[in-house]
């Protein structure tokens, strides 16, 4: 039996540290959220196997920028650790220290993107100093009924 099986299985849970949503809005109506590490949040610690609880977080997601994938009322779980590769999600931090959950893509230089495409990209040259904090691991829903709610890929980052 693995490990994520064994936590699965053993029911035991995990407290993270949340980022929510800023009180306003950014230029492009994509809500930013902040870092101030005072709430927390349980989630199922089959997610977070083989990870240090510190370096992870729990983000709340508001507003549909993310579209379907994550949809206002998700929570994703992310890891503190930049990995810049293509089409990865994450979290970056825009110049004016914003955090927002975006999917970096090379096309051929850096761009951020949306899931929904009604928001337009973040391009060169207004991507520089923009920063990569985190991956996203997993994403977690509000569960509908209509199937299954979490997106999890045993611990890799979650790709677009």
Avoid at 17 to 33: C, L, T
Avoid at 46 to 68: A, F, H, K, N, Q
Avoid at 79 to 86: I, S
Wanted: hydrophobic content about 40%; some cysteine.
């Amino acid at each position: 039996m693995t490990k994520q099986e064994q936590a699965e299985r053993s029911g035991t849970s995990v407290l993270l540290s949340v980022w929510s949503a800023a009180a306003g809005f950014a230029s492009d109506d994509e809500f930013a959220f902040e870092e101030d590490g005072f709430e927390t949040e349980v989630v199922p610690s089959w997610l977070c196997v083989d990870e240090d609880p510190d370096r992870l977080r729990l983000v709340r997601v508001t507003g549909p920028s993310m579209g379907d994938r994550a949809p206002s009322g998700s929570r994703v779980i992310v890891r503190l650790m930049p990995d810049p590769a293509d089409r990865i999600i994450g979290v970056f931090q825009s110049p004016e220290r914003r955090l927002y959950l975006k999917m970096l893509r090379y096309a051929p230089g850096p761009e951020l993107h949306s899931f929904d495409e009604a928001f337009p990209p973040i391009l060169p040259p207004i991507i520089s100093g923009w920063e990569m904090r985190g991956v996203a691991l997993a994403i977690m829903k509000p569960y509908d009924g209509s199937g299954a709610n979490i997106e999890f890929n045993g611990g890799s980052p979650l790709r677009g």
